[in-house]
Antibody
Framework: QVQLVQSGAEVKKPGASVKVSCRVS????????INWVRQAPGKGLEWMGG????????IFARKFQSRVTMTDDTSADTAYMELSSLRSEDTAMYYC??????????WGQGTLVTVSS | DIQMTQSPSSLSASVGDRVTITCRAS??????LNWYQQKPGKAPKVLIY???SLRSGVPSRFSGSGSGTEFTLTISSLQPEDFATYFC????????FGQGTRVEIK
């Protein structure tokens, strides 16, 4: 059974960066396609990007392309998402999730990132 | 980018009611449409994939239909545990979610 465990809540100032981790178990990171989805308070789900199992590479939502970095530490079975130049609108719950050919099947518990001066 | 539009944004219903939620895509996505349920404070979970396939373990009162640009999620007889927010998501070209439909108790 796949499990995803994310790092704890973060509070950041506008203009700073945040790095969220997602440790996998039950499978190795190399066997999974990790994606990142965020949800602002009281709002809908927003896909940010991740590994696309269809074409075998990372793809990103246009909105985040210039500000997001997604990396992997396969030795630790941990994926990372770093978002830079934070603004108040980036306050949200950030989820990692595994993607298959169609849908997101396993999800982390979420990491709350608060951007406030 | 493909835009996904759900309707209604919220609805009130009673236990036992039949509920239908619609999702429209800005261009054809064939059958690459999935439905999720999210309860407060929890991560979403997938109910339906490829427009009409029920994920293992999901009750049969949930069903999906549609292709091209218009899709529906139907709950045949609403149960107390079904009060939640539902999202559609396309996987035809990268990934996009609809804005969600909140199902509340009448």
């Amino acid at each position: 059974q796949v499990q995803l465990v994310q790092s704890g809540a973060e509070v950041k100032k506008p203009g700073a960066s945040v790095k969220v981790s997602c440790r996998v178990s039950g499978y190795t990171l190399s066997e999974l396609s990790i994606n990142w989805v965020r949800q602002a308070p009281g709002k809908g789900l927003e896909w940010m990007g991740g590994f696309d199992p269809v074409n075998g590479k990372k793809i990103f939502a246009r909105k985040f392309q210039s500000r997001v970095t997604m990396t992997d530490d396969t030795s630790a079975d941990t994926a990372y998402m770093e978002l830079s130049s934070l603004r108040s609108e980036d306050t949200a719950m950030y989820y990692c999730a595994t993607a298959n050919w169609e849908y997101f099947d396993y999800w982390g518990q979420g990491t709350l990132v608060t951007v406030s001066s | 980018d493909i835009q996904m539009t759900q309707s209604p944004s919220s609805l009130s219903a009673s236990v036992g009611d039949r509920v239908t939620i619609t999702c429209r895509a800005s261009q054809s996505i064939s059958s690459h449409l999935n439905w999720y349920q999210q309860k407060p404070g929890k991560a979403p979970k997938v109910l339906i994939y490829l427009a009409s396939s029920l994920r293992s373990g999901v009750p049969s009162r949930f069903s999906g239909s549609g292709s091209g640009t218009e899709f529906t999620l139907t709950i045949s007889s609403l149960q107390p545990e079904d009060f939640a927010t539902y999202f559609c998501q396309q996987s035809y070209s990268s990934r996009t979610f609809g804005q969600g439909t909140r199902v509340e108790i009448k």
